[in-house]
């Protein structure tokens, strides 16, 4: 069975400041993908980063970036420079090779001007 | 490109009827997954089809069924209604079924089961 945690219930962070938001997950599964998803308060959710689990490199994508621990079975997303636009709730997930998606509850982040 | 729609988007309904909501992808993707949010399990997968057929189902009653017609739109339906149904249900879709391919969600459709 795999399952994704998120421990962080809700998070603040102030402008221009960096926090980090952390997941751990469980699968049995050697080869899988991760990905942090961001839904903002209209509902829409969108891809923030994804990581496959065979690559040892961490991805970046422009502010955001994953520190991957395959061993640990950790996978945090950093977020430098928090602007008002990251204000959203976050969700770590693992995509098995059954092509199923299994979310975490979600970290609800808030960024104070 | 118009993005993924779901319709309706606010449902109100009483427990033991039935319910369908309805999502239709983005133009030319043909994968449409459906997932039910709730604030104390997060995202939980419903199921998963592709060109008319279900690939993946998840862990849910057989009072959950979904359907995909040959323009890709999909359906869901929940019957006789309990009041753990009260949910957001968001919908999402890609190209094809596969990791490489990103999944595009919609707004979702708020259901709320009295």
């Known amino acids: 069975a795999q399952t994704v945690t998120q421990s962080q219930p809700e998070m603040s962070v102030q402008e221009a400041e960096t926090v980090t938001l952390s997941c751990t997950y469980d699968t049995s599964e050697s080869n899988y993908y991760l990905f942090w998803y961001k839904q903002p308060p209209s509902r829409q959710m969108i891809l923030v980063i994804r990581?496959?689990?065979?690559?040892?490199q961490n991805a970046t994508e422009n502010r955001f970036s994953v520190n991957f621990q395959k061993a640990a079975k950790s996978f945090s997303l950093k977020i430098s420079d928090s602007q008002l636009g990251d204000t959203a709730m976050y969700f770590c997930a693992l995509l098995n090779t059954g092509n199923q998606f299994y979310f975490g509850t979600g970290t609800s982040l808030t960024v104070i001007p | 490109k118009a993005g993924v729609t779901q319709t309706p988007r606010y449902l109100i309904k009483t427990r033991g009827q039935q319910v369908t909501l309805s999502c239709s992808p983005i133009?030319?993707?043909?994968?449409v997954s459906w997932y039910q949010q709730t604030p104390g399990q997060g995202l939980q997968f419903l199921f998963e089809y592709f060109s008319e057929t279900q690939r993946n189902k998840g862990n849910f009653p057989g009072r959950f069924s979904g359907r995909q017609f040959s323009n890709s739109r999909s359906e869901m339906n929940v019957s006789t209604l309990e009041l753990g149904d009260s949910a957001l249900y968001l919908c999402?879709?890609?190209?094809?079924?596969?990791?490489?391919?990103?999944?595009?969600f919609g707004p979702g459709t708020r259901l709320t089961v009295t």
């Open positions: 990581q496959e689990a065979y690559k040892q």
């Open positions: 999402a879709s890609s190209l094809v079924p596969g990791v490489y391919y990103e999944q595009y």
């Open positions: 133009s030319g993707h043909r994968s």
